[in-house]
């Protein structure tokens, strides 16, 4: 699967943004969706996943309540919706793809299980 995030941008602290990944290729629902964050100089970190049906969710602690992850299977598309977002969300986002079964018995929060990324799309909380 082929992913490509789009949606950063500019927000002050306390604004809102919502990113978008769109995949194209098949069998969207047979992949767990992932988003993960980095800034420079530091590791690529986990911020939300969703499993292939849009049932289940998981998110990083101290997101949770802020950060939203979504899918839609027919447009074959997951977002984030960022909300109250501070200066230390300033990253470049990543959407990512892991095969169901690797998910399930692996989990979903590291990188090095996804197979397919997106390009990033850079997301800047000034303050």
């Known amino acids: 699967v082929q992913l490509q995030a789009s949606g950063g941008g500019l927000v002050q602290a306390g604004g809102s943004l919502r990113l978008s990944c769109a995949a194209s290729?098949?069998?969207?629902?047979?992949?767990?969706m992932g988003w993960f964050r980095q800034v420079s100089g530091k590791e690529r970190e986990f911020v939300a996943a969703i499993d292939g049906r849009g049932r289940n969710a998981w998110y990083e602690d101290s997101l949770e309540g802020r950060f939203t992850i979504s899918r839609d299977n027919v447009k074959n598309t997951v977002y984030l919706q960022m909300d109250t977002l501070e200066p230390g969300d300033t990253a470049v986002y990543y959407c990512?793809?892991?095969?169901?079964?690797?998910?399930?018995?692996?989990?979903?929060?590291?990188?090095?299980?996804?197979?397919?990324w997106g390009p990033g799309t850079l997301v800047t909380v000034s303050s």
């Open positions: 290729g098949r069998n969207f629902m047979s992949y767990h």
């Open positions: 990512a793809a892991v095969g169901t079964a690797t998910a399930l018995s692996m989990g979903v929060t590291l990188p090095h299980l996804y197979t397919s």
